[in-house]
């Protein structure tokens, strides 16, 4: 069991930047493929990057390519992104997810998932 705690969204001016923490518990944190969602209002949860259980790999929607950065700390067990250039269609609610497999796209993959927490970019 793996639970997931997301932190650091809040209202930031376009342009500006934040970074996200998804802080897991749980022994197995390093062996899972971690990922970022985000729901923005009245849509699907649509996907945004993800990273292998090494670090080795990261995926990316071409939409944040060059400006978020996923990475994680395995001896801190937290997935972090790092949203730079930040823009109004970021807005959304961003939830951390995790799988046993293999990073994907594929929200069904993710077996274990945050709660979300708010980004806000102001135009």
């Known amino acids: 069991q793996v639970q997931l705690v997301e932190s650091g969204g809040g209202l930031v001016q376009a342009g500006g930047s934040l970074r996200l923490s998804c802080a897991a518990s749980?022994?197995?944190?390093?062996?899972?493929?971690m990922g970022w969602f985000r729901q923005a209002p009245g849509t699907e949860r649509r996907f945004v990057a993800a990273i292998t259980w090494s670090a080795g790999d990261t995926f990316y929607v071409n939409s944040v390519k060059g400006r978020f950065t996923i990475s994680r700390d395995n001896a801190k067990n937290t997935v972090y992104l790092q949203m730079n250039s930040l823009k109004p269609e970021d807005t959304a609610v961003y939830y951390c997810a995790a799988a046993r497999h293999k990073a994907t796209m594929a929200e069904h993959n993710y077996d274990y998932w945050g709660q979300g927490t708010q980004v806000t970019v102001s135009s």
């Open positions: 749980g022994r197995t944190f390093s062996t899972y493929a």
